[in-house]
């Protein structure tokens, strides 16, 4: 099955710096790779996605690449802002349907 | 348009009791997910139906958790005899069809509280 791991597990960094959390996957058949933010107390909401067949994707200040030789894949969020505050989840599929996530980045944006 | 929706928000139980968390996916949905999400980790699986069968229940941790999709639209989980250690966020999330290459939309969860 899918293991995926995220790193760091906190994150703190100064408004306006660039905020980077990696994840690496373990099946090579794994072809989606979703980000969540899970703001306190919310639902997790996809903020971009990445599929096999591309190396990087941005959506403004927001950035997923993807390294499949390597298996692993790195959110980048450029800017940041006190609302970036938040939970991020890696997630990669397992078997085609059922996403499995990783544990968690707790980003925290000081301004 | 209206997203995914799960009722009740909290459910405070006593141990040993049945509870029932019922989810309202996005209308046109076929796939439907269940999650379990503990305090500070990610959503872990429970269970997928495509339609109104089940198709990967691999998650469902024993035979206490079971969940019904009758008509493919609303979904209920049903905990029988639960325990103190069931206490989490139960998330329901739906796509357009089955496979993880369509997007989960999530709902917002039922906590769960057996004390």
């Known amino acids: 099955g899918e293991n995926v791991e995220q790193h760091p597990s906190t994150l703190s960094v100064q408004e306006g710096d660039s905020a980077v959390i990696k994840c690496t996957y373990s099946d090579s058949a794994s072809n989606y790779f979703p980000w969540y933010k899970q703001e306190l107390g919310k639902r997790p909401q996809l903020i971009i996605d990445i599929r096999s067949n591309v190396g990087e994707k941005k959506d403004q200040r927001i950035a997923v690449t993807l390294n499949k030789t390597a298996k692993h894949f790195s959110l980048h969020i450029t800017e940041t802002q006190p609302e970036d505050s938040a939970v991020y989840f890696c997630a990669a599929p397992e078997y085609g349907n059922k996403l499995v996530f990783g544990a968690g980045t707790i980003l925290r944006v000081k301004s | 348009g209206a997203g995914v929706s799960q009722t009740p928000s909290n459910k405070v139980t006593e141990k040993g009791k049945y509870v029932e968390l019922r989810c309202d996916p996005i209308s046109g949905h076929t796939a439907l997910y269940w999650y379990r999400q503990s305090l500070g980790q990610g959503p872990e699986f429970l269970i997928y139906f495509q339609g109104t069968g089940a198709a990967d229940d691999s998650g469902l941790p024993n035979d206490r958790f079971f969940a019904v999709r009758p008509e493919g639209s609303v979904s209920t989980l049903k905990i029988q005899r639960t325990e103190r250690g069931d206490s989490a966020v139960y998330l329901c999330?739906?796509?357009?069809?089955?496979?993880?290459?369509?997007?989960?939309?999530f709902g917002p969860g039922t906590r769960l509280t057996v004390l």
């Open positions: 999330a739906s796509s357009l069809g089955g496979g993880a290459v369509n997007e989960q939309f």
